[in-house]
Nanobody
Framework: QVQLIESGGGLVQAGGSLRLSCAAS????????MGWFRQAPGKEREFVAA????????YYADSMKGRFTISRDKAKSTVYLQMNSLKSEDTAVYYC?????????????????WGQGTQVTVSS
């Protein structure tokens, strides 16, 4: 079992920044990949970014490249999502997830464990 707890969401003006955190606990994460997804009202959940726990390889959705940065702190068992130059269309609930590193990083079905989500609201 893996427990994931997100934090860091909130209200920010367009052009601003936020850093989301995902604290993980439970089993060893050596063979896992951690990901961030988001879901806006009335829309499907979409992939944002992912990082392999051991090697630190990172993956991004094309629309997030250059604005969002995913990282992990092994000592703290925490994954971060630094979001810069935020736009109103980034408003969504952001979810942290983890799954096997051998799976497809952008697919929801590749992730076994999910956090409860944290709301990000960007005002224009």
């Amino acid at each position: 079992q893996v427990q994931l707890i997100e934090s860091g969401g909130g209200l920010v003006q367009a052009g601003g920044s936020l850093r989301l955190s995902c604290a993980a606990s439970g089993r060893t994460f050596f063979t896992l990949r951690m990901g961030w997804f988001r879901q806006a009202p009335g829309k499907e959940r979409e992939f944002v970014a992912a990082v392999s726990w051991n090697a630190g390889y990172t993956y991004y959705a094309d629309s997030m490249k250059g604005r969002f940065t995913i990282s992990r702190d092994k000592a703290k068992s925490t994954v971060y999502l630094q979001m810069n130059s935020l736009k109103s269309e980034d408003t969504a609930v952001y979810y942290c997830a983890c799954g096997p590193s051998s799976s497809v990083y952008s697919e929801i079905g590749s992730y076994e464990y999910w956090g409860q989500g944290t709301q990000v609201t960007v005002s224009s």
